[in-house]
Nanobody, 121 residues
Framework: QVQLVESGGGLVQAGGSLRLSCAVS????????MAWHRQAPGKQRELVAT???????NYADSVKGRFTISRDNAKNTVYLQMNSLKPEDTAAYYC???????????????WGQGTQVTVSS
């Protein structure tokens, strides 16, 4: 069974940093596209950052220059380094991945359970 498990959230003061991790467990063939999303109370979930299998990255304008997404293929893990955090970054952060279970098989989308990030002013 494939699972995505996020960790690294917590409470931090404005201007501080956090590093989120998302580990993919289970028997898989490959991980293609991975992304981080976030959802603040009363708001829609928004895409924060993406990383392709070829490590091409994209960011929401609101986090450009402050957040960095990366991946360690050997560990099946994607990271989100968050610097210069602002109170408006407060949200539940979710990772998702497009994962191929068997060679030449289809890609499925999986989501993690989320990790809370709270930035105090």
């Amino acid at each position: 069974q494939v699972q995505l498990v996020e960790s690294g959230g917590g409470l931090v003061q404005a201007g501080g940093s956090l590093r989120l991790s998302c580990a993919v467990s289970g028997s898989i063939f490959s991980i293609n596209f991975m992304a981080w999303h976030r959802q603040a109370p009363g708001k829609q979930r928004e895409l924060v950052a993406t990383i392709s299998s070829g490590v091409s990255t994209n960011y929401a304008d609101s986090v450009k220059g402050r957040f960095t997404i990366s991946r360690d293929n050997a560990k099946n893990t994607v990271y989100l380094q968050m610097n210069s955090l602002k109170p408006e970054d407060t949200a539940a952060y979710y990772c998702n991945g497009h994962i191929r279970i068997v060679e030449a098989g289809p890609t499925y989308t999986y989501w993690g359970q989320g990790t809370q990030v709270t930035v105090s002013s």
